[in-house]
């Protein structure tokens, strides 16, 4: 009894031979067609996962690229500091500044202080140490990594007048220290 529902309609003639052939030639090419658009989807597929891991890994490369630029610039900096770095002698004025959240003091000479206050030179931090940096120096590794900048003063030039100013004709002393 292995014959199809076909078959048996066939041998008790309720179908005649043309249309069970062309019955079997359909049944055949559905087959055929539906193994093909399985083929497709799953081809579709895998051409799309591989798409996808394609822009995944382009943007791991970006990541890793930014991350190597970002060591080579803190490397720059770091060298730029060891190179241009001043010689702090130990003075008898304590200069106080802000650092994050904490006011840091330094004992500095008198000739680090003026210049610290013109803006020649500027305060960086690096190691855990606190370094003294020209002013050109720290605008470049400003460029490269600004963490290091602790301070950095502004060489302002003469000081606007103000009209309305009562105080104008009293000038403040350099030297007054808080």
């Known amino acids: 009894m292995g014959n199809s529902l076909q ?36 081809t579709s597929m895998a051409k799309q996962a591989l798409a996808q891991k394609k822009e995944r890994d382009k943007q791991l490369n970006k990541k890793k690229i930014a991350q190597r630029e970002a060591k080579e610039a803190t490397a720059k900096a770091r060298q730029l500091i060891e ?36 803006g020649k030179v500027g305060i960086v931090m690096i190691a855990g140490d606190y370094q003294l940096v020209p002013a050109d120096i720290i605008y470049k590794v400003r460029e490269l990594n600004p963490n290091f ?18 105080y104008a004709e009293y000038e403040i002393p350099d030297d007054l220290m808080w």
């Open 83 to 118: 190179t241009h770095k001043i010689q702090m002698d130990a003075g008898d004025i304590t200069y106080n500044f802000k650092h994050e959240k904490t006011i840091k003091k330094l004992s500095l000479t008198q000739k680090s202080v003026d210049s610290l206050v013109q």
């Open 7 to 42: 078959d048996q309609f066939l041998k008790v003639g309720l179908v005649d031979k043309k249309k069970h052939a062309q019955a079997k030639k359909e049944k055949h090419a559905q087959k055929k067609s539906s193994a093909t658009d399985q083929k497709d989807e799953i």
């Open 149 to 166: 900048v602790v301070l950095l003063n502004t060489p302002s030039a003469k000081k606007q007048k103000d009209e309305d100013d009562p």
